[in-house]
């Protein structure tokens, strides 16, 4: 099945340390994004990637980090600098050729920092 | 003023009833629609696409377009209990060739109760 996976679902770190949250597609998608989600705030792009080895600051970039070496995969790193980086954390991949603009979405990873 | 304006909710109804959501933008360059519904602690799932105004029907799902007043809807007519969830709208300018940035609603939760 064709699908986009994030792992872990739930993660759990110190206030201080950095951590990475993984992405893969299997859909042969070029683009792909990271969303963040809160309470009552809808879903905020942290950034996108159009093709490997590219990729763009969102609308909250900051404290934020990722990497594109690879078609299928589009790490999340939250840095130390994060200020509130507990959320929900949503990956995301779509086409970018023909006239379809959907984006299929992962199954979300929760972190909490304490 | 937020580019997509969505009523959060929570909307409560019993089952068999005809539900309406509603979203307002304020960008006219919005030409592609979406609706996604998101169940409590996954990520959200595609349910309907409209391409600029119109009505498209699947299934109990309607998705209803009007350009010229900015605002579209869902209808989710025969209600169930499995309905329960989180909707949340999503608009494109659509730019084929380049990632599809989306602008979500912050999402209405919706209860069907028996």
């Known amino acids: 099945d064709g699908g986009i996976t994030q792992s872990p679902k739930y993660l759990f770190r110190k206030e201080g340390q950095n951590v990475t949250l993984s992405c893969e597609q299997n859909?042969?998608?070029?683009?792909m994004y990271w969303y963040r989600q809160d309470p009552g705030q809808g879903l905020r792009l942290i950034y996108y990637?159009?093709?490997?080895?590219?990729?763009q600051k969102g609308d909250i970039a900051e404290g934020y980090s990722v990497s594109r070496e690879k078609k299928e995969s589009f790490p999340l790193t939250v840095t130390s600098a994060q200020k509130n980086p507990t959320a929900f954390y949503l990956c995301?991949?779509?086409?970018?050729?023909?006239?379809?603009?959907?984006?299929?979405f992962g199954p979300g990873t929760r972190l909490t920092v304490t | 003023q937020k580019e997509v304006e969505q009523d959060p909710g929570p909307l409560s109804v019993p089952e068999g009833a005809i539900v309406s959501l509603n979203c307002t933008y304020s960008?006219?360059?919005?030409?592609?629609f979406m609706w996604y519904r998101q169940y409590s602690r996954k990520g959200p799932e595609l349910l309907m696409y409209?391409?600029?105004?119109g009505n498209k029907e699947d299934g109990r799902f309607t998705a209803q377009v009007d350009k010229s007043s900015k605002y579209i809807s869902l209808f989710i007519r025969d209600s169930q209990p499995s309905d329960s969830a989180t909707y949340l709208c999503?608009?494109?300018?659509?730019?084929?060739?380049?990632?599809?940035?989306?602008?979500f609603g912050t999402g209405t939760r919706l209860q069907v109760t028996l």
């Open positions: 995301a991949s779509s086409i970018t050729s023909g006239v379809r603009y959907e984006q299929y």
């Open positions: 859909l042969n998608h070029d683009a």
């Open positions: 990637s159009q093709i490997v080895n590219d990729f």
């Open positions: 960008n006219s360059a919005f030409q592609y």
């Open positions: 409209t391409y600029s105004s």
């Open positions: 999503a608009m494109s300018v659509g730019r084929t060739g380049t990632a599809s940035k989306l602008t």
